[in-house]
């Protein structure tokens, strides 16, 4: 079974549209976070939760909003899309501090 | 998180031990010593951690200097799904939250066979 599953794996949209990508672990962790990967492969940490609350909340533009509504899931929703929002979204999980397991990505390409 | 220094690429043979360094002269006393890899088109995956002593697992082990101010990932034999960007990663595990990772841009290990 997949520890970190993400959908969809490939998300293809127009400017302007709203989009969410969607994260489930099954690994019974407490916290969830999402990244961002860019053209220029740089891994940058846009959120993390921990047990439903928003513990840190990077310079990323108020159009994106995560949502969790449990512990195993923390979704992403993003709105009104910009070119500069394609690139590579990882989920991942982690006990406090513990190792973080990583989803395998949701490519979003917006045009 | 304190700043890490890694060589952009190196390139090893198969089969032949492979030392990854990384320099970090401002870690902290709090900051733990993490390495992440990332195969192609995957998630990065957790490799091992330290903050002191030197560390072991099934994966790699992890040379600490004593003035913690540089470390050294070791993979003992190095195969061809070995190669991917790995990461060193500093982060303070001494607060009560749950920080992310901050990535630099890693090493890219290119295995020859």
Known sequence: ?111 | DAKTTQPNSMESNEEEPVHLPCNHSTISGTDYIHWYRQLPSQGPEYVIHGLTSNVNNRMASLAIAEDRKSSTLILHRATLRDAAVYYCILRDDSGGGADGLTFGKGTHLIIQP
Request: a neutral charge; proline letters at 5%; glycine letters at 6%.
């Open chain 1, 1 to 111: 079974d997949t520890a970190v599953s993400q959908t969809p794996k490939y998300l293809v949209t127009q400017m302007g549209n709203d989009k969410s990508i969607k994260c489930e672990q099954n690994l019974g962790h407490d916290t969830m976070y999402w990244y961002k990967q860019d053209s220029k492969k740089f891994l940058k940490i846009m959120f993390s939760y921990n047990n439903k609350e928003l513990i840190i909340n990077e310079t990323v533009p108020n159009r994106f909003s995560p949502k969790s509504p449990d512990k195993a899931h923390l979704n992403l929703h993003i709105n009104s899309l910009e070119l500069g929002d394609s690139a590579v979204y990882f989920c991942a999980s982690s006990q406090v501090y513990g190792e973080q397991f990583f989803g395998p990505g949701t490519r979003l390409t917006v045009l």
